[in-house]
């Protein structure tokens, strides 16, 4: 896809992507996440994501939310453990209407202290509702065994107790510290030249003051493999299994996407839902993820079942894995498996505020931006054989960390 990219003097980057349509979809990604707090600030990233929609220099709340929705745009925002992300979709007239309220949200939210402490309760609330369901809450806990004792394996919202405590001093060195002008993009995906773009971006944010402290990110500990089953109150049993795996910038990333999409992935069709849940009818949920990082990655799988049938799925999960470790794949199951994958990319696009996010993410990461033949061919260069290798590395009983919330 066509994409033109203009840095500003302060270092942050405009990207632009046309696209003959009336809707626009536009959004502002930081490359600072929940690994980047302190221990005794776990949930900051995510606190300040949701007070900048409170109050700046020159709109309180409801001027803020109004700003877009009141001409029918969409705005939204999330935090992820490396970005903060503010997303928008409006009519093609509202161009400057949204670029101006995300400086204005971003970089001019004054963080009082009223809203503050009305928003450590939505938030409390919103860990509450996580923790109310196993599925969710599962998967955080998971990561914290994965990453124990690192910030990767901090729950994103926080806990009560750091939540709490977290103040304007906290958000301040937060921001100053973490909102790098030469790690922010606002990319743009619509209908206006590259000039157009170019000037709305520079009225707007060509006057950010220059912040580009360096990166201080420290490397995941040494891993080691856990088993642990928790007693819980609930209906249904809860399993997951996986271990670290390879970075954004691994050779082995492409394979083991191919890999995990085989295996788990997105459809009806992958190699455990059609044991599981297909041939057996043991699991309704089971699916596979990986999530590539700047330094690290996350292979996970996660099932949910009634508590006597856990063994047997377990089994039946392990034996799929030996499969996958024993043999090679031959050229036609592989062939599958890459149109199948590059299939769902395709169709992917069409999904635009995603695209454009995934885009604006891929600038930070890598300084540019993979055609979608770029990606095709990264795929259709995986071999048989690494998809072996990689199955030996990321699918071994002895290297997974286990964990299981059984019904008490």
């Known amino acids: ?65 109004n700003r877009l929705e009141s001409i029918g745009a969409d705005l939204n925002a999330y935090t992820t453990k490396e970005y903060t992300c503010i997303h928008a979709s409006f009519l ?18 004054t963080f009082p202290e009223d809203e503050m402490e009305k928003e450590k309760g939505v938030i409390l609330d919103e860990i509450s509702s996580y923790l109310d369901q196993p599925e969710e809450a599962i998967n955080d806990d998971f990561e914290d ?35 790098r002008t030469n790690e922010i993009v606002i990319a743009v995906l619509g209908n206006y030249s ?3 773009l170019i000037k709305s971006g520079t009225k707007y944010y060509g006057d950010v003051p220059e912040n580009t402290p360096g990166i201080d990110r420290k490397s995941p500990l040494a891993y080691n493999p856990v088993k ?14 996986g271990m670290p795996a390879y970075s954004l910038h691994d050779q082995q990333k492409a394979g083991l996407l191919l890999l995990n ?67 090679t794949l031959t050229e036609i199951q592989l062939h599958k498996a890459k149109n199948k994958f590059i299939g769902q990319i395709a169709l992917g696009e069409e999904n635009r505020i995603g695209l454009i996010i995934a885009m604006a993410k891929s600038l930070i990461d890598y300084q540019k931006i993979d055609s979608l033949e ?5 795929i259709n260069a995986v071999k048989a054989q690494e998809i072996n290798q990689i199955a030996n590395y990321v699918l071994d009983e002895n290297n997974l960390t286990a964990l299981v919330f059984n019904p008490a």
Do not use: W
């Open 145 to 179: 065994l994965i990453f124990a004792g690192h910030g990767l394996g901090r729950n994103i919202l926080g806990t009560p107790d750091t939540v709490k405590k977290l103040d304007k001093q906290d958000i301040k060195q937060f921001i100053k510290n973490n909102y």
């Open 1 to 65: 896809m066509e994409y033109n990219v203009h840095t500003l003097s302060n270092g942050i980057r405009i990207l632009h992507v046309p696209a003959a349509s009336a809707i626009s979809h536009a959004c502002i990604i930081v490359n600072a996440g929940s690994r980047d707090e302190d221990d005794a600030q776990m949930g900051l990233a995510h606190f300040i994501e949701h007070l900048i929609f409170k109050r700046t220099e020159k709109r309180n709340t409801s001027q803020i939310l």
């Open 228 to 241: 642990l089953t928790v007693n819980k109150p609930i209906a249904q049993a809860h399993c997951m299994l």
């Open 261 to 327: 999409n085989m295996l788990g992935g997105t459809g009806m069709s992958s190699i455990l839902n059609l044991q599981l849940r297909e041939k057996y009818g043991i699991a309704y949920t089971i699916e596979t993820n990986y999530s590539p990082l700047s330094d690290t990655g996350i292979f996970a799988l996660y099932f949910g079942t009634d508590k006597e049938k856990v063994g047997k799925a377990q089994q039946l999960i392990f034996k799929e894995f030996k499969k996958l470790k024993e043999h």
């Open 194 to 196: 590259f000039n157009k």
């Open 92 to 109: 093609n007239p509202y161009l400057d209407r949204t670029l101006e309220l995300f400086n204005d949200i971003v970089f001019h939210s």
């Open 374 to 378: 770029e990606v095709f061919n990264k």
